[in-house]
């Protein structure tokens, strides 16, 4: 296919997804690069997932999930590419676009952009099965004079682990449409996927892989280096491994024990991150799964946790047999991350600590000028109901200590879910009230919920918004 044929897609969460992750090489550090300047080492691009990064010039994902993002200046951007691949990109938080067949000098802005400051976000196609893309970045070229911005950093990050599932075959845009990317982006989190198409968790003898033990490595290859784990710490770990050992001839017994061992593992590498390992769809495993998991705990570790995923795929939710489609990855993500975020609510931002309980003094509150502005998204939408979010934006001198957003709906949408903060809705007005732990927003800071809601037809955006009762602006 011609590199111009594009096709646009419905971005499952391209609204806000942004990490600025260590970027500390494997092997030997090349000259530091300029910022700006659009290449691999440049600061300003943030690299979520695991990427290789041992060749200065040409950064490699190789696990499904992962995506670069920064800021750029100007009207245009292109992307640097080795030999032929597929990609999606999002710029300025749109649809994701899908390219196909590119290589080289790839266009991402054929119809020039307005001057001024952009966004711009790059998931290249997992590859494997019979995929056998060269998901290679070498570079941004922009504008003369253009130069990249950086991008701001989300403080968490859920790491899934599994096979194909995890992956998101069969589903309309693989990695993008899978359960971990829509939890991720319900939860505001970066994430990433690791995982290998009819992958284990013990390897066999008739050759299934373990992914238990690809883990440790920077990429799925056999040949592939040691990950380093200091790139960055996950804050959550989500496993769910199990559906393909049996067709291998993996013991209860076997598998019970080796996941015990892998969840130990990934504990090493991970002291603070919360951990769940979820009964595998299928069933298959799952007595095993929950004991390994109680072995664990009853070891003294209380931050691990079984699921019980049983009734969470909806009688329309499989593409196949064992596959979810979009429906069965949209349903697993609206049951799995209100799990998660409660478990995250209870750790500490990495960082951060919880100070003693003291009586503070009384003060005067400190003058300044207060104003907000808010973002409103649609991150995901299907028949008969979609995905949103809302961003708000400090923009006064002063915190903002506790938030009480309002909005209205004018036709008909109702919300069924929210997280990062509690709602109530009357008639087609919203109200949403921050969590316990993002109650506070300091000057120049912002902070997101989303929410999944059912609409009946049309799907107008609200066109006011107010924060404590005060009117803030559109952004």
């Not at 030999?83 to 899908?98: N, Q, V, W």
């Not at 019970?256 to 595998?280: M, N």
């Not at 691990?304 to 196949?320: E, I, K, Q, R």
């Not at 209870?346 to 960082?351: D, F, S, V």
């Amino acid at each position: 296919m011609s590199v111009s044929r594009r096709r646009s897609i419905v971005a499952a969460g391209a609204v806000g997804v942004v990490a600025m992750l260590a970027a500390t090489l494997l092997g030997l550090p090349p000259a530091r690069a300029a910022n700006g300047d659009g290449s691999p080492t440049d600061p300003n691009i943030a690299f979520v997932g695991r990427w290789d990064k041992s060749n200065s010039t040409a950064y490699v994902p190789n696990w499904a999930g992962a995506y670069l993002k920064t800021g750029f200046t100007g009207t245009t951007v292109k992307l640097r590419q080795r030999r032929t691949i597929d990609l999606y990109y999002s710029i300025d938080g749109a649809d994701f676009t899908y390219l196909t067949n590119v290589s080289g000098t790839v266009n991402l802005t054929p119809a020039p952009l307005r001057a001024g400051n952009h966004t711009l976000l790059v998931s290249y196609r997992v590859v494997g099965g019979s995929y056998t893309g060269d998901a290679v970045f070498q570079g941004l070229t922009l504008d003369a004079g253009a130069t990249t911005l950086p991008t701001p950093v989300r403080p968490r990050l859920i790491e899934f682990v599994g096979d194909s599932i995890t992956l998101g075959t069969t589903s309309s845009r693989v990695a993008l449409t899978a359960y971990g990317w829509l939890t991720g982006e319900q939860l505001g989190t970066e994430h990433t996927q690791l995982g290998y198409g009819g992958g284990c968790l013990v390897a066999t003898a008739d050759g299934c892989v373990s992914v238990a033990a690809q883990f440790l490595k920077t990429g799925y290859a056999a040949t592939s280096p040691n990950w380093d784990f200091s790139r960055y710490q996950a804050d959550a770990v989500v496993i769910n491994l199990g559906t393909n050992d049996r067709g291998h001839g993996v013991s209860g017994a076997d598998f019970q024990s080796q996941y015990a061992t892998f969840i130990r593992t990934v504990r090493g590498k991970y002291p603070r991150a919360a951990i769940f390992a979820l009964r595998t769809f299928s069933g298959r495993y799952a007595a095993e799964t929950a004991a390994a998991a109680a072995t664990v705990t009853g070891g003294g570790d209380r931050n691990v946790f079984y699921v019980d995923t049983t009734g969470w795929l909806p009688a329309d939710g499989l593409s196949d047999s064992v596959h979810p489609n979009d429906a069965g990855h949209r349903a697993i993500a609206a049951r799995l991350a209100p799990i998660v975020a409660a478990k995250l609510a209870t750790t500490p931002t990495p960082g951060t600590t919880t100070p003693p309980a003291t009586t503070p003094p009384a003060t005067t509150p400190p003058a300044g000028t207060t104003g907000c502005s808010v973002g409103y998204a649609v991150t995901g939408q299907w028949q008969g109901g979609f995905q949103g979010e809302v961003t708000v934006r400090n923009t006064g001198t002063v915190p903002v200590d506790g938030w009480t957003v309002q909005w209205t709906f004018a036709d008909g949408q109702r919300i069924s879910q929210a997280w990062n903060a509690s709602y109530a809705q009357s008639g087609g007005t919203v109200r949403a009230t921050n969590a316990s732990w993002n109650g506070t927003i300091a000057a120049g800071a912002t902070v997101s919920f989303g929410f999944l809601a059912d609409t009946p037809g049309a799907n107008t955006r609200p066109t006011a918004f107010t924060l404590n009762g005060a009117a803030c602006a559109l952004s």
